[in-house]
């Protein structure tokens, strides 16, 4: 049966091993919030794409597999339809489904976070 400061001196040369690893993740990421307050009133393509969080998002996106875009929406059924309301519209814009992603956890119960992360 092996000591455990062997299994020790195993875990750290493993570690060592990833930390120099030239594998890296890099993950940039760039972040719009909307409000409520910011939501036109009248819902149609013009309003939804006049919204300049929206068109940073829309900018800013490029096809690619490691690009995804995260919404990220505050508690209950209206935070998920409000978000839901938004994919829609960014599918309608050109963006495809597999591309979107809706997270609970806005940070606020007023706003979306729209946030553009390239995991390259």
């Not at 719009?32 to 996106?61: C, H, M």
Request: charged share 20%; glycine share 6%.
């Amino acid at each position: 049966m092996k000591s455990r400061p062997h299994h020790l001196m195993v875990a750290l040369s493993l570690w060592f091993l990833l930390l120099a690893s030239p594998v890296v993740l890099a993950i940039s990421e760039h972040t719009e919030i909307l409000k409520r307050a910011d939501w036109p009133q009248y819902v149609n393509g013009t309003n939804i794409s006049a919204l300049p969080q929206v068109r940073q998002i829309l900018e800013r996106f490029q096809e690619d597999q490691r690009i995804t875009i995260e919404i990220r929406y505050p508690g209950g059924v209206l935070g998920r339809q409000w978000a839901e309301s938004l994919a829609n519209w960014l599918i309608t814009f050109g963006v495809p489904v597999n591309y979107l992603e809706l997270l609970l956890g806005s940070g606020a119960r007023n706003q979306l976070v729209i946030a553009l992360i390239d995991r390259r």
